[in-house]
Structures are given as C-alpha cells and as structure tokens.
C-alpha cells in the first residue's frame, strides 16, 4: 500500500519517504527547441529549407515527448510492481494550468500522463489504483493527530503541528494523509487492509471509518 503526493520540486513523494526528482524535461530541451523555432523563423515560408527546419523542431519535440514517455513508464512500472495498491489525489490539472507562473512547469511534469499510466499497468496486474477526494486538504493536516492548519503557504516545505508538535516535511505528510484515506476507501470497498499493508477480500463490506 503506497500513498503517493505529486510535485514539482520532486514528482513523486510517497508515503514511505521516497522522493522521486523531477527531471524537467522541458526546461532540459528548451534552448534546443527555442534554437531550432528561431531557425523555422527564419526561413522563407513555403521553402525547402523551412520544411527542413520544420522537421528538425518536430523530431526534437518528438524526442522530448519520447524521453517524458519513457521515464513515466519507468516508475509507474516500479510502483505498480512492488505495490498492491497505489494511492492518489483526484487532480484536476486544467484548472492548475491556469496560473501563468506554474503553468509551463506543471504541463511539464504531465501527472496525469503518471496516473494514466498507472492506472492501466494496476489493472493489468489485477492490482488498485485507488484515487481520493480532491478536497483533502492532504499538505494542511497533521498525519499523527489530524489536526488540520487553517493556512499553510507553498514556500512552507516544514511545519509543526500545534496540537501533537510533531513536525513534518509537507509532502511527506501528505502521502501519508493520502494513504490514510486510501484505505478508507479500500475498506469501504470490502477489502480488508492487514497491519504490513497487504489487502485482502472479506466476506462483507466494511464501512469506512
């Protein structure tokens, strides 16, 4: 059972401390790709060398959007093979998109293309991809004690819970929290979630705590 925050600082946090580093593909590309645009600019249109130039820019998109392919298949391999079931927030990527400061670097990170992926490889293996609320407020509540912050700013990575006073590393946190959740839903599903994390089916549904 694996609880599983997405970021941009690090991709993939997941509720066992693991912090997967995101590896910017685009921002990697972008001097290339803006190099090879300038150059399509510069051609006459209708030409011969604008149709090379054209080409050259599409295969270099095209080996962007290869390598961002190849490494989501990657880890979602690896997180689907050594897990029974996978947790994570219902984002809704769209409505992120709007803010212009984030926007280039979310479309970048592609979670969904992560979940997507994830989702297909669980039900191959007759595994879960269980996916949460996205209203839970996962970063803003204390995984310990369930304490939950009014406010909480995204430049606070750290914070201390009032309540219990144990600190915690936001995005930790959060998978925990998303985790927690998880196997309520798991739970009220009729499955039953053992003490090291495994599941299995019971004989009547359980309702979520």
Known sequence: MLGLDM???????????TKEPNPRF??????????????????????????????????????????RADFQHKLSRQLIDENQAVIVET????????NKKLSKHIADA???????KLEYKAKAQGKHLIKIDQWLASSKTCSCCGHKLEELSLKVREWQCPACSVRHDRDIDAALNIKAQGILKLKAAGLSVSANGGKRKTSHALAAA
């Open 26 to 67: 685009l921002k990697k590309a972008s001097a290339n790709l803006r190099r090879k645009q300038k150059a399509v600019s510069r051609c006459k249109k209708g030409s011969k060398r604008r149709a090379k130039a054209r080409l050259k820019l599409a295969k270099a998109h095209q080996r962007l959007a290869n390598a």
């Open 91 to 98: 984002l809704k990527v769209k409505n992120m998109l709007k």
């Open 7 to 17: 970021g941009l600082t690090h991709l993939a946090i997941d509720s066992s401390g």
């Open 110 to 116: 592609s979670w969904s293309g992560v979940i997507e």
